[in-house]
Each structure stands twice: as C-alpha cells, then as structure tokens.
C-alpha cells in the first residue's frame, strides 16, 4: 500500500517526528488504509500541515491532514519549530511532507496505528546586523557589559518578544553553549536560540548575570548582558533566600488549610470550567477534554441550562479543572465572585459521565501535587 513509489523497505526518508493525538482519529487511519486491522498495514502518502489558529486550547496548535482527514497534531515543541519556519520562509498556508502510516505497539499495548512525518524543520540564516560583523560587540566604556546576536534563532519565539524584555540563559554544560529563553515559559519552552559559541567560557564563569533584548530587526536580535560581581552576587542571593522562605512560609500555609466544595444542585447546569491547565499525559489530553466538554454542553442544554466558555455574571457553578489549583486560596475566591464551586471529576460523576474519564486520575494528580509541594517546602 504505497502512493510514493517505494515499499516500505525502500524508504530511505527521514519520518521522525511523530503525530500525537492520533489514539482519537483511529477510526480516520482505519479508513485511509482500506479498513485493514492488522500489523502488516502500512501506507506511504503525503499530509498536509496546517496551523491551526483557531484552536481553542492552543492558538499555536498546528494540525495535521492526509485525504482532507484530521490524523493528529505535531507536538507543542515541533509545532513552535515549524511556525518559526513558516515565518522564516514567509509560508502562510498549508505545507505538505511525506508521511508514513503503520501499525504500532508502542504506544497502546494492543497496537494502534500511528503517523510518521518526512519534515524538514532547517531554517535560514539569520541576516547579521552591520556593526556585528562577528556578532559579539564590546563597549570599552561599559566593561561588565556585552552585546551579542542571538544564533539559530526562533523567529516563532522571537515574535512574542519586545525589545526590552528580559531573557533567561541556561548553561548547557554538556554541549558547550548558552541556550537564550523567554522569561515566564515552562522549563524547555520559550527558547529564542543560543549565545555564540566564543562566549560560553566568560558567561559560565561569571558570579551571575541578566540579560536584555535591545534590538529586533528583520534578521534577528541582539542582546546586552551584564555580569554581576560576586559581592553583588551575594547580595541578591540573600534576597532570594529570603523570598524562597516566604514562597514556602506561604505554601505549607496553603497546603494544610481546608476548604469545603459546594454542595452540586440544579445550579450546575449554569456553569463554566475555570483553571483549564496542569495538562499531561498522564492525565488525559485536549482532545479528550474537548470530547467530555460537548457532553457537558449538551447536558446543561437538555436540563434548561447553559455551559458557558468562560466566566460570566450568569454562570452559578465554577468547576475547578488544575489538580494544582483544588487550594482554600483559589476556591475562596471563586465563591467571593458568587460562584458555587467543585471539581471536574465530581461533575463527571454528578453528569454519569466516568466511562468517558478516569477520575481516579484527578485524585492522584492532586496527591502527587500536595507531596512535591510539601517536598519543596
């Protein structure tokens, strides 16, 4: 089963960047390899990659197509990638690349059929600005002080990015460089590009340092970064040693004040799910939650009601989502906007809806939350 003029132990092309997302289009690859079941179904095609821009859950989602059938997405980090490139490249519509559909017993114990993608995720050089010919700049005037342009840029990072933003440097000790993130992303996102290569030993060794954007332009971004004294150093690590016992002062309070649900009546039929976060695999996915949410819509619509996007004046019930945010702090608030309030899984119980979610998974998340934060305390 082949449209790529080659049999599977032919294909000399690279299909390694997965599709996720695919255990929900089962029956889509089903029908794209003639109904066959079996593990020696194998299709070679081409699929067609298309941002997804009206995602309700990931604006920066980008979804992937073969035969006009929706077969999965590409990973956060790939789809970040891929959006860097198409605007490296000026792509504003759908791409299409080789893909592999087969039967896999990675993922599901009884087998399932996957996606395998022939992407090519190189970008463009950086245009190099004209008063860094080398890249790095010196001020004589200003000697705790360097100026660098930033190597194999994101230009999708960079786009969320404002001159005068701070940003993170991470030493990667094991591969010899700087990496440069965006403040305020989850650890391994957000990444802008790396320092050159001339300045991992100066930036290494110093007692500390911050980091600015100071100009963005058609070809890329320069940064200036100041290096710390060690008596400066010093200083602010005792202020954020002082903040860290605060923060933890301020958690194990959390942690260990109780707090009541609301009891659910027929005001739930009036209700919107807020703290849509803490997503994981172990705890389900987006499309599973986009599934039990239609459920919900229709439920409220049959019971006279209304399930609402987002908060609202007409909503009565606020259901919790995040394990991590089941707190007295954040249900207290909630009920002083005159809410009554309870978590996803009690819904899910209270609609009959369980077959349809593990709520043992809720429990456990919000366990497994409760034990690392009192760790970290």
Aim: hydrophobic share 35%; glycine share 4%.
């Amino acid at each position: 089963m082949s449209e790529l003029n080659n049999e599977p132990s032919k294909v000399t092309h690279n299909f390694n960047t997965v599709v996720v997302g695919v255990h929900f289009f089962q029956k889509e690859l089903i029908k794209l390899v003639d109904g066959r079941i079996d593990e020696k179904s194998y299709l070679a095609t081409y699929a067609d990659i298309i941002p997804d821009d009206e995602n309700q859950h990931d604006p920066f989602a980008v979804r992937v197509e073969i035969k006009g059938e929706i077969v999965g997405y590409l990973k956060n980090d790939t789809a970040k990638l891929w959006r860097s490139k198409m605007m490296i490249e000026k792509i504003s519509t759908e791409s299409k690349c080789r893909a592999i559909i087969k039967w896999d017993r990675n993922f599901e114990k009884e087998g399932s059929y996957s996606v395998w993608l022939d992407i090519d995720f190189s970008q463009l050089d950086s245009k190099p600005e004209k008063e860094g010919e080398n890249n790095i700049i010196i001020n004589k005037d200003r000697p705790d002080h360097i100026e660098f342009l930033v190597n194999r840029l994101n230009r999708f990072e960079l786009s969320n990015c404002k001159v005068g933003d701070e940003v993170n440097l991470w030493v990667a000790d094991q591969n010899r460089e700087i990496i440069i993130y965006r403040l305020g992303c989850a650890f391994g996102e957000g990444k802008l590009g790396v320092c050159p290569d001339k300045l991992f030993k100066m930036i290494s060794d110093a007692p500390g340092y911050e980091a600015f954007i100071v100009s963005i332009y058609e070809g890329g971004c320069k940064i200036d970064c100041r290096f710390f004294s060690k008596s400066e150093m010093d200083e602010i690590n005792k202020e954020i040693e002082a903040d860290e016992k605060k923060r933890r002062d301020e958690i194990l309070a959390e942690i260990n004040r109780p707090f009541e649900y609301s009891v659910i009546d027929e005001d739930i039929y009036k209700c919107f799910i807020s703290n849509k976060s803490g997503m994981c695999e172990r705890l389900g996915s987006w499309e599973q939650f986009n599934i039990v949410e239609e459920r919900i819509i229709d439920i409220c619509m049959k019971n006279k009601g209304r399930y609402y996007k987002s908060p609202t004046k007409n909503a009565k019930f606020a259901i919790i989502f995040s394990p991590s945010s089941r707190n007295y702090s954040n249900v207290t608030k909630l009920k002083e906007k005159g809410y009554k309030v309870t978590s996803f899984e009690n819904v899910l119980v209270y609609f009959r809806l369980t077959d349809m979610w593990d709520c043992k998974k809720f429990t456990d998340a919000e366990e497994d939350y409760r034990r690392s934060a009192l760790a970290y305390v």
